[in-house]
């Protein structure tokens, strides 16, 4: 799963990685995060940009999985930049325990990530839009780029 960071205010570009989220941004996450729980999925691992709004973002989907907030993991590149190649690398490294991961971030690099994994993927990232990549593998170690399949793409609106 890859998700946009829910609305954020929009001031304070001048320390833009402290930026906090709106009150609708935390509505959206909410809305967004019953919903996968309501459709049965869950969040065996969360990752997520360091910067204020997106790891809020996946604080609020932790505590609505009841994951471990502590337990989330930190990727200084998800707001710093990464390539796609970086990311499939982060991917690969992944347990084989793990089924579904949640990978919280920025556009435009979360838009660039998810359209360099689907093999088709023609639509916008707005706030807390959150992609669900399905990847036909035995391993982590097999994901490459290209070689996965948009198995859906919820945003706030849809819910509306």
């Not at 049965?40 to 997520?48: F, P, T, V």
């Amino acid at each position: 799963m890859i998700v946009r960071h829910a609305k954020a205010v929009p001031y304070g570009y001048d320390d833009d990685f402290n930026r906090k989220l709106r009150d609708r941004g935390k509505n959206d996450a909410n809305q967004i995060s019953l919903k996968l729980i309501g459709d049965g999925i869950k969040a065996d691992l969360i990752i997520s940009s360091p910067a204020k709004r997106a790891l809020k973002t996946a604080e609020i989907y932790a505590e609505n999985f009841r994951y471990s907030i502590h337990s989330i993991q930190i990727e200084e590149d998800l707001y710093e930049g990464m390539t796609t190649q970086e990311f499939v690398d982060l991917l690969r490294e992944i347990s084989e325990e793990v089924q579904t991961v949640f990978v919280f971030g920025h556009n435009p690099l979360v838009y660039h990530l998810t359209n360099n994994l689907v093999k088709l993927f023609n639509s916008d990232m707005p706030t807390c839009s959150t992609v669900a990549v399905d990847f036909d593998v035995e391993s982590w170690k097999e994901v490459s780029a290209r070689g996965g399949d948009l198995a859906f793409h919820l945003t706030p609106r849809m819910l509306k």
